[in-house]
């Protein structure tokens, strides 16, 4: 975890496509393994939205960013619900890293998520999606089928249930207009 958050993690993320100023979400969040590493390369003129439903981890990534001085991470406790308490078209980079245990592509509850995650999202958006515990191939359908195009794979090390290992995620882009067939 020590070597994550000392430079491994931000190295992945600015390959993913992660940039200073940029408007995050890190839809998931947990403790902020992602979170931590993303608000450092945001800086202070980036936000980063940290969304979970597990308070105990919320808190705990809070406690973490106040260590770090990182003021720029914004928490957002949810119950679990499909909505996204943020603006159209106000986020330049959204993570869905590790959550389809929970979104799994046959539920509607992941086309209701995406089509949200869509509403957020300003045209042109990096979704970055990774792909654990289901079939790729499935969700990198389901995914272009709410109006995001596949830009790349970026493989390298990842961070994933509190271990360092190799993985790869999914980068998708918003298409800049979308009608739903």
Not at 21 to 32: A, E, I
Not at 114 to 142: C, F, N, Q, T, W
Request: glycine share 8%; with cysteine.
């Amino acid at each position: 975890m020590k070597k994550w958050l000392e430079g491994i993690g931000e190295r992945f993320l600015r390959k993913v496509g992660i940039r200073r100023g940029q408007v995050v979400l890190d839809f998931g969040c947990g403790s902020g393994n992602y979170t931590i590493p993303i608000a450092k390369i945001v800086g202070s003129e980036g936000i980063v939205y940290a969304l979970d439903k597990n308070a105990r981890s919320l808190d705990k990534l809070m406690r973490k960013a106040e260590l770090e001085g990182l003021k720029n991470i914004r928490r957002m406790d949810t119950s679990g619900e499909v909505k996204i308490r943020l603006s159209d078209n106000s986020v330049d980079v959204v993570l869905l890293y590790d959550i389809f245990w929970y979104f799994p592509p046959w539920d509607p509850k992941l086309t209701k998520l995406l089509a949200e995650i869509y509403r957020i999202s300003k045209p042109g958006a990096l979704i970055s999606v990774l792909p654990k515990h289901v079939d790729p191939i499935m969700l990198k359908d389901k995914v272009e089928d709410a109006g995001f195009k596949l830009k790349n794979k970026i493989s390298g090390i990842i961070i994933h249930s509190g271990k360092l290992e190799e993985g790869y995620v999914l980068n998708f882009i918003k298409k800049h207009s979308f009608q739903s067939t």
